[in-house]
């Protein structure tokens, strides 16, 4: 019965950070986060996943990029991978960072999964005003349009030549 107890607590305190993160209210996700380290129980692949996206979407990219890297050294692979990089893309499209914006949008179509067009657009306005990015530009919309005709035609909304 302890043991059941235990596994319980360990389920509800990852729960609460993810359920915390989901407000978007990262001081809440931040106190549920301590409290599942304070009760000694280990942290879920989805916890580690909760505080990127809480990061991500608060725009605060130091510490998203503090738990993409811990998520990684805990041997965990984000979940919800096709709502959780796009909004990793946007964080770094919003904080100015083309590279890392246009990594990610290229490890999001290499994984088969349809960007938003608002990210998409994003990035490639980004490139655009950034010194020399004008070719980094073309080679991503180029990407995008080969993406979206050869894979997800039924569901292109992406942005056309």
Request: net charge negative.
């Amino acid at each position: 019965l302890h043991g059941t107890t235990v596994l319980k607590r360990e389920q509800c305190l990852n729960t609460l950070v993810v359920d915390r993160s989901r407000t978007d209210n990262v001081a809440e996700t931040e106190q549920a986060l301590h409290a599942l380290h304070a009760s000694g129980c280990p942290m879920h692949s989805m916890s580690y996943s909760a505080m990127v996206a809480v990061y991500a979407r608060a725009g605060q990219v130091e510490l998203m990029e503090h738990w993409l890297l811990a998520t990684r050294a805990a041997g965990f692979s984000l979940e919800d991978t096709n709502t959780l990089l796009p909004q990793i893309i946007t964080a770094y499209a919003r904080g100015g960072n083309a590279t890392e914006a246009e990594r990610w949008l290229n490890v999001m179509l290499a994984s088969q999964i349809p960007p938003p067009r608002a990210t998409s657009d994003a990035v490639l306005t980004l490139l655009r005003a950034t010194p020399g990015g004008g070719d980094r530009a073309h080679h991503l919309q180029r990407s995008l349009a080969e993406f979206w005709s050869t894979q997800h035609s039924d569901q292109w909304v992406g942005t056309q030549l």
